[in-house]
């Protein structure tokens, strides 16, 4: 795979040095990619990353972002490879943007439950007042085995103001907003996950976005 992280190597691509223009994007638990591609695509003065503990799935988009831009190569699009709980020092008050899209397993257990030892190792690559988004989509009857076996707590806006708030405040997170997603606006996040949801009945996505204060 054409450049992907890898944590035991000793130092990462150098183009995490690269000038950006318009600010550096970090998607955790990126998945397939695509949402880095795309934004990627119609935002040239961003710097995007994506990061995923597993790189099988980044395979064909991380060779395709190295080709000629003429057919589909993106100079300002880096894909790593490591988990959440390890994120490369490198990345340290790089990002000016974090995002977390439909996570699952232990990303999905540390930011439905404000697992504080995850959430200060997101606040640590982000910049002063960068934004965090997180999107969860859970279905109580289809997911109710991983709900189970991950310890999750009923999700609701009223779940984050009594409780999730002040876990991430005391990250170094302030959330700013919450509410959730209508169905008909999942399509709009670029992401294929939300794309195979369609209007599935029963899930409902929440989303938290929150901002990285001074502590």
Known sequence: MAELYDNSTEKPSSRLSLPTGEGIVIDIGTGDGHFVYRLAQRNPKKFFIGVDANPRPLEKISEK?????????????????????????????????????????????????????????????????????????????????????????????????????????????????????????WPKMETSWAKRLGGSEGREVIYIIARAIYE
């Open 65 to 185: 972002i190295h080709r000629n831009p003429a057919k589909g190569g993106l100079p300002n699009v880096l894909f790593l490879q490591a988990s959440v709980e390890e994120l490369p020092l490198e990345l340290d008050g790089v990002a000016d943007e974090v995002h977390i899209h439909f996570p699952w397993g232990s990303l999905l257990r540390a930011v439905a439950n404000g697992d504080e030892k995850i959430l200060r190792s997101l606040r640590r690559v982000c910049s002063q007042e960068a934004l965090l988004e997180i999107v969860i989509g859970l279905d109580a009857e289809r997911d109710r085995t991983e709900i189970e076996r991950l310890g999750l707590r009923p999700l609701s806006i009223e779940f984050i103001d009594a409780e999730l708030r002040g876990r991430y405040q005391s990250a170094g997170f302030e959330i700013a907003e919450r509410g959730v997603l209508p169905s008909w606006e």
